[in-house]
């Protein structure tokens, strides 16, 4: 298995710009999550997905973000409209639930630079 | 508290050597814990769970005290490749699948 893809890696946009970060998560795999780093924050949940229902979205910072899984191979997190604040890497896991929390695998992550 | 807290660090410690971090935690009624490892401009990796009898791995040893509510990493006979981020991982809790992670804490071994 190729295991989590993130698209793109790298990306450089303007204030104001919409900006998609896509992900595939691990086949078979029931659970997924948005996550976002920074250096002042670290690590922070943003929203989870399982069985591709969105299960808590209490991490999201304002409503400019929005998140869909429409199946359970694609998930997309955008920004509308971003901000230089948004700046960060941000990662998507994914995780086969089975009862408890597991591993979660990470992607390779998005670095969103927004000037 | 914070949910989770840990040391920023960064710890120098020379090559060889034995070093310890340690991670509080404030869900006094999560169940599982997790060590993450991060290398500079890559994602965490899980390295080790940590379940209420502690494990070891190697090197590498994790103990849990729930009456202090903190878990711990040891590492042991330290290697320049040891050299990374340590993030401690506790459950989200209130029934959530999410991984709430600590800020890190750097570790750098000095040849």
């Known amino acids: 298995d190729a295991g989590v893809i993130q698209s793109p890696r790298h990306e450089v946009t303007e204030m104001g710009q919409e900006v998609t970060l896509r992900c595939k998560p691990i086949s078979g795999h029931n659970s997924l999550f948005w996550y976002r780093q920074t250096m002042m924050r670290g690590l922070e949940l943003l929203i989870y997905f399982n069985n591709n229902v969105p299960i808590d979205d209490s991490g999201m910072p304002e409503d400019r973000f929005s998140a869909k899984m429409p199946n359970a191979s694609f998930s997309t997190l955008k920004i509308q409209p971003s901000e230089p604040r948004d700046s960060a890497v941000y990662f998507c896991?994914?995780?086969?639930?089975?009862?408890?929390?597991?591993?979660?695998?990470f992607g390779q992550g998005t670095r969103l630079t927004v000037v | 508290r914070k949910e989770v807290e840990q040391d920023p660090g960064p710890f120098n410690v020379p090559e060889g050597a034995t070093v310890a971090f340690n991670c509080t935690y404030s869900n006094s009624a999560s169940q599982s814990f997790f060590w993450y490892r991060q290398d500079c401009r890559k994602e965490p990796k899980l390295l080790m769970s940590v379940y209420s009898s502690g494990n070891e791995d190697g090197r590498f040893t994790a103990q849990l005290n729930r009456a202090s509510q903190y878990i711990s990493l040891l590492i042991r006979d330290s290697k320049l490749s040891d050299s990374a981020t340590y993030l401690c991982?506790?459950?989200?809790?209130?029934?959530?699948?999410?991984?709430?992670f600590g800020k890190g804490t750097h570790l750098i071994i000095q040849p």
């Open positions: 896991a994914s995780s086969h639930r089975s009862g408890g929390s597991t591993e979660a695998f």
């Open positions: 991982v506790v459950p989200s809790g209130g029934g959530a699948d999410g991984l709430t």
